[in-house]
């Protein structure tokens, strides 16, 4: 089965500096991974997404993430934060069960906090 | 396209009540998707369908819930009888019928029942 881990529940960091939020997965597949964020009161946004192309892969607002099949790992960085960055992020796997679904597994989200 | 609508924004009701929740989802995806989110569960898929019919419905917690989709551009979830712990935000998001495309997410639902 698929599953995607956040090995960090809350990250603080403080405007300017990089940010660094984790993720490993799990998976019987050749994996597609997405981050998506979510601010307070919102709905869940895309940020980027991975389907077996580039491994680096840029999203929006300066963010990217890169897939690393030998360490099952999809870790989310921007260079500098800016407060407006400060929401919840989600890694998240497609579970192609049957062949023909995009059925989302979510992590449980990391909390990224920005200090002026 | 305005994206996925979803109504209420938030809802309050009594405990042993009926609630309906409702959701558009975008123009031509096939697939709909019923997500459940809480602080101590995280985000939970609750039910999705494919081509309006509903393909894997495991996630849904009881028989109090039930979703429906009548055609491509309508779907509600359903609570008969609510309970206080059934307060959550209920998101509905909708994607095309290509391998391992993103999902599009509504504003969600806030739902308290007390």
């Known amino acids: 089965a698929q599953s995607v881990t956040q090995l960090d529940s809350h990250v603080s960091v403080s405007e300017g500096t990089p940010v660094l939020l984790r993720c490993n997965y799990s998976?019987?597949?050749?994996?597609?991974l997405f981050w998506y964020v979510q601010h307070p009161n919102k709905g869940l946004q895309l940020l980027l997404k991975?389907?077996?192309?580039?491994?680096l892969v840029k999203g929006i607002n300066g963010f990217e993430a890169e897939f690393k099949k030998s360490e099952t790992s999809f870790h989310l960085t921007k260079p500098s934060a800016h407060m407006s960055d400060a929401a919840e992020y989600f890694c998240?796997?497609?579970?192609?069960?049957?062949?023909?679904?995009?059925?989302?597994?979510f992590g449980t989200g990391t909390l990224l906090a920005v200090q002026p | 396209d305005a994206g996925v609508i979803q109504s209420p924004r938030h809802e309050v009701t009594e405990m042993g009540q009926e609630v309906t929740l409702r959701c558009k989802p975008i123009?031509?995806?096939?697939?709909l998707f019923w997500y459940r989110q809480t602080m101590m569960r995280g985000l939970e898929l609750l039910i999705y369908?494919?081509?309006?019919?509903?393909?894997?419905d495991s996630g849904m917690p009881e028989d109090r819930f039930s979703a429906k989709m009548p055609n491509a551009s309508f779907s509600t979830l359903k609570i008969q009888p609510s309970e206080p712990r059934d307060s959550a935000v209920y998101f509905c998001?909708?994607?095309?019928?290509?391998?391992?495309?993103?999902?599009?997410f509504g504003q969600g639902t806030r739902l308290t029942v007390v």
């Open positions: 998001a909708s994607s095309l019928q290509v391998m391992n495309t993103e999902a599009f």
């Open positions: 998976s019987s597949y050749s994996p597609s």
């Open positions: 991975y389907t077996s192309a580039a491994t």
């Open positions: 998240v796997v497609s579970d192609p069960w049957g062949g023909a679904t995009n059925k989302l597994i």
């Open positions: 123009s031509g995806h096939d697939y």
């Open positions: 369908f494919n081509n309006n019919v509903p393909i894997d």
